[in-house]
């Protein structure tokens, strides 16, 4: 059993305690990972069975998207029992031996939490849904109609539809952000609270090193249930087209002052959990007015350890925008606190696709390089781009209920591509994967990367070990340079006597760079031929070309 915080806090080193500053984490979507028992969807033991690869890579965390008991409405985002594993996925003790596997490799483990809203297969709702008085009622946002029978309020689900359901059984509105089958949970009532807070100390003690919090700035609506007032033409609230949700500006239904209080009670849980074992929250925050999103660090550093940053999905890849973004990061967090950096997820297209192939070699070195922990969506090692999905073989309820937008996510979350034989070795060969393969997985996949140096796959691997050796890197300082040519964003990152200069092409064009003096040698680049000009010739960056070029101590 974990210990509550003592001295012994002070025995491990400022490394060990700060991981999730100075580690790389990577995503894996466990549908899509490795099936090892043939039924085309992967499971626990096919991630324990492929924790060789993050080792190799050189990552230092893996979160793994849900694997609770779920109806797969939402694939795991609808959780039935947040304290056991979909028979899909395998049993608990099969979780057990792949944090045990986890842990022996060196590797951390962040599991997904569910905190917004439950399936409504779960027990709880079941009994808040049975009568009015039932114990359990106020678990749930529940609401008459208005007068003429219409929802309680305006409020919009992200899913699409209003976010009220009516049901019939008690002739009352149940609130719902996302599907009509993941009723919110109402974080009001104080009985909820203490529940889903033991959901946490579950997993705490089973020994998981922290939790990606799921819409973590959802959970507090307005009490009052106020409507949104409308979008203003042109409002640009979101990272996409989010259809009708984008209509409505959003400050009644989510982000309520009092999910503060919320954060400050799980980080108090998480910190008296981490004397002996350091315990981290990472919580996905849609908010892009810098300041809303930066208050979940908390007003003492005592709310998130790292809310998500999404801006990098906000912004075109041209290096002044991109500058900027990080700029405007870099402004915002405050001080004490440290940065993240996303170029995908679950819910996103890919970057290989969104920027094109060779662009994504230098948006790896960019996320590899900036100041933050950098998140890695499993398979952009690969370069995998989305797999276009014929409309017959659609999963993602996203896509279904709010069509013609490209909001579909199943493109993101095709099954790894380990090698050139059937089904790319993520299932069994003759198995039909849950979704189909990329196309080009015969060639695009780790077996054949491994073997070639020039491959993204071996580009990412040294620049993981870049940044593990070098502490200007992993936990230094961030500068930017003035005076890059169009086109570049190039920024110097540096520790100690240590100094390092970044430089990003964002353009299918070769420029030439001046360099600044002191540059020694280059440490990496994603050109395999890069090399140093002589002392004081311009750099010729090539086509897409990014680099770290090390200084001598200024
Ligand atoms: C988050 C998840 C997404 C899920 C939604 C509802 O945005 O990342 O995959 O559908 O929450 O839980
Ligand atoms: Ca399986």
Redesign the pocket.
């Known amino acids: 059993m974990p210990q509550p915080d003592s001295p012994s806090t002070l025995a491990l080193s400022t490394d060990a305690r700060s991981w999730w500053r100075t580690g790389v984490v990577y995503q894996v979507y466990p549908r899509s990972f490795q099936d090892t028992n043939g039924d085309g969807v992967g499971d626990l033991f096919g991630i324990t069975a492929r924790l060789d690869h993050l080792v190799a890579l050189g990552v230092d965390a893996v979160w793994i998207s849900p694997f609770y008991r779920s109806p797969m409405k939402?694939f795991g985002?609808d959780v039935s029992d947040y304290c056991d594993v979909d028979p899909v996925f395998g049993t608990l003790a099969d979780f057990d031996t792949l944090l045990a596997a986890a842990h022996g490799k060196g590797l951390r483990v962040i599991v997904d939490w569910?905190p917004?809203?439950s399936s409504d297969q779960h027990p709880w709702f079941q009994a808040s849904r049975s009568s009015r008085t039932d114990p359990r009622r106020d678990w749930y946002v529940w609401r008459d109609g208005r007068p003429d029978g219409s929802p309680p309020n305006n409020w919009l689900a992200v899913f699409g539809g209003p976010s009220w359901t009516f049901d019939p059984a008690t002739s009352q509105y149940y609130l719902h952000s996302?599907l009509p089958e993941?009723p919110d949970l109402n974080w009001r009532n104080p009985h909820l609270r203490r529940a889903m807070l033991d959901t946490l100390r579950f997993w705490l003690e089973r020994g998981v090193d922290g939790f990606r919090i799921?819409?973590a700035h959802v959970l507090m609506k307005d009490p009052e249930l106020r409507d949104n007032p409308p979008a203003s033409q042109g409002r640009a609230a979101f990272h996409k087209d989010m259809g009708a949700y984008g209509s409505q500006v959003h400050v009644h239904d989510r982000n309520h002052p009092d999910v503060h209080g919320v954060y400050r009670e799980i980080r108090a849980l998480l910190d008296s959990y981490s004397a002996a074992q350091p315990r981290t929250s990472v919580g996905?925050i849609h908010l892009f007015d810098l300041a809303d999103w930066a208050s979940f660090y908390g007003k003492d550093l005592d709310e998130l350890h790292l809310p998500f940053n999404f801006s990098l999905l906000k912004v075109p890849w041209d290096a002044a925008a991109v500058r900027r973004a990080v700029d405007e990061i870099e402004a915002a967090v405050p001080p004490g606190a440290w940065p993240n950096w996303v170029l995908g997820?679950?819910?996103e297209p890919r970057i290989a696709t969104r920027i094109g192939p060779a662009a994504a070699r230098a948006a790896m070195l960019l996320l590899l390089t900036l100041r933050g922990t950098p998140t890695l969506y499993y398979g952009d090692e690969l370069g995998m781009e989305d797999v276009p999905i014929p409309e017959a073989l659609v999963q993602d309820p996203?896509g279904k209920r709010v069509p013609g937008r490209g909001l579909g996510?199943d493109p993101e979350r095709t099954p790894m591509q380990w090698d050139a034989g059937p089904n790319a070795g993520f299932t069994d060969p003759g198995v039909t994967p849950w979704l189909p393969l990329a196309a080009d997985a015969a060639s695009r996949n780790v077996a054949v990367q491994q073997t070639r140096p020039e491959s993204i796959l071996a580009l990412t691997g040294r620049l993981l070990a870049a940044r593990r050796a070098r502490p200007a890197l992993h936990r230094g300082d961030y500068r930017p340079l003035g005076g890059a040519p169009a086109g570049v964003f190039s920024f110097y990152r540096s520790q100690g006597g240590e100094r390092l200069l970044v430089l990003v092409n964002f353009r299918p064009a070769a420029v030439e760079v001046a360099l600044p003096a002191g540059a020694r040698s280059v440490v990496v680049s994603t050109h395999p031929a890069a090399a140093l000009p002589a002392a004081g010739a311009p750099l010729l960056l090539r086509p897409d070309e990014a680099m770290v070029v090390e200084l001598s101590a200024g």
């Open positions: 939402d985002y569910v917004n809203h996302f993941q799921d819409v996905e997820n679950h819910d996203f996510r």
